[in-house]
């Protein structure tokens, strides 16, 4: 049972535009979301995260968007820049069950420059 | 060390042997992940150890899985009977305590090829 879905396995954007990746979750116990970012052969590193008493948190390109209603949130990032191009991974968590982050099946983005 | 340490960093092995993986995780972080990527999958969690707590095990696959922390710090993943489904590349991550759940710290994995 795939909680967290990312079902975009791969995205490409030109440079200096915008690169959105999504995910969709279906455990409405999920009240905290996470960006993390992986490039080859290093482990992921965390990226942005947002709790589910908001809908929208930024840090600088990045801003990631939460819709609870819809149970999906999307990671933005603007502009894009070759740098950015990774597997970007969406992850969740209960604060019933704290600590245990599930995590989706990655998208890989590709920035051209 | 400044980071979550993995050993082995490659690990081939045949089918049948048994396999242990290292995780020193960052100094005075409590909480202790172990997650598996195999090719063109997501991270699947494995077990959570989280101080003196008995650790979520909901995550391992099959009884040939097991792991130990001891002392609080460094955590040995063990698979016995090794099959050529648990090739993957394991993953450790750590957590301060009083962190936010998602400021975990990964490491770089061991790879486990099972010929």
């Known amino acids: 049972d795939q909680q967290v879905k990312q079902n975009s396995p791969s995205l490409s954007v030109q440079e200096g535009r915008i690169s959105i990746l999504n995910c969709d979750y279906t455990n409405s116990m999920f009240d905290y979301f996470l960006w993390y970012k992986k490039y080859p052969a290093e482990g992921p590193t965390f990226l942005i995260s947002?709790?589910?008493?908001?809908d929208k948190n930024e840090d600088g390109r990045f801003t990631v968007f939460l819709n609870k209603s819809a149970k999906h949130l999307s990671l933005h990032i603007v502009p894009s820049q070759p740098g950015d191009s990774a597997v970007y991974f969406c992850?969740?968590?209960?604060?019933?069950?704290?600590?245990?982050?599930?995590f989706g099946q990655g998208t890989t983005l590709q920035v051209k420059p | 060390g400044a980071g979550v340490s993995q050993s082995p960093s490659n690990k081939v092995t045949e089918k049948g042997k048994d396999v242990e993986l290292r995780c020193d995780p960052i100094?005075?972080?409590?909480?202790l992940y172990w997650y598996r990527q195999s090719l063109g999958q997501g991270l699947e969690f494995l077990i959570y150890?989280?101080?003196?707590?008995?650790?979520?095990k909901s995550g391992l696959p099959s009884d040939r899985f097991s792991a130990e922390r001891t002392g609080g710090s460094v955590s040995t993943l063990t698979i016995q009977r090794t099959q050529q489904e648990d090739s993957a590349v394991y993953l450790c991550?750590?957590?301060?305590?009083?962190?936010?759940?998602?400021?975990?710290?990964f490491g770089e994995g061991s790879r486990l090829t099972v010929l």
């Open positions: 991550a750590s957590r301060r305590q009083g962190a936010l759940t998602g400021e975990l710290f």
């Open positions: 150890f989280q101080g003196n707590s008995a650790p979520d």
């Open positions: 947002i709790s589910s008493i908001k």
């Open positions: 100094s005075g972080h409590t909480a």
């Open positions: 992850a969740a968590s209960a604060a019933s069950n704290t600590g245990k982050l599930i």
